[in-house]
């Protein structure tokens, strides 16, 4: 069993920063890419930014410049630190995990979600 938990969504105003966290824990051997997904009421889900185990991180053009992604391998958690945010952020964060278990089986795990709601 692998659970993914979120925390640090929230109401902020415009031009605020948030710092999403995202912990996998349980039947972990490795993770490899790790990352969060958006999406908002009435839109299709985007990818935010994404992070290989390495470091190496990639994102969407929206949020280049204003997000910085990374991750903890000793503590199996990714982070998204969001600066600069603007209304249009505004949407439920999921983040995912590419995770080998002990038994060697691959499987992509999603957290429950977190809200982010950007104010004017």
């Known amino acids: 069993q692998v659970q993914l938990v979120e925390s640090g969504g929230g109401l902020v105003q415009a031009g605020g920063s948030l710092r999403l966290s995202c912990a996998a824990s349980g039947d972990i051997l490795s993770i490899n890419d790790m990352g969060w997904y958006r999406q908002a009421p ?58 080998w278990r002990n038994d060697w089986s691959r499987e992509t795990y999603w957290g429950q979600g977190t809200q982010v709601t950007v104010s004017s």
């Open 42 to 99: 009435g839109k299709q889900r985007e990818l935010v930014a994404g992070i290989a185990r390495s470091g190496m991180g990639n994102y969407a053009d929206s949020v280049l410049g204003r997000f910085t992604i990374t991750r903890d391998n000793a503590k199996d958690t990714v982070y998204l630190q969001m600066n600069s945010l603007k209304l249009e952020d505004t949407a439920v964060y999921h983040c995912y995990a590419d995770i």
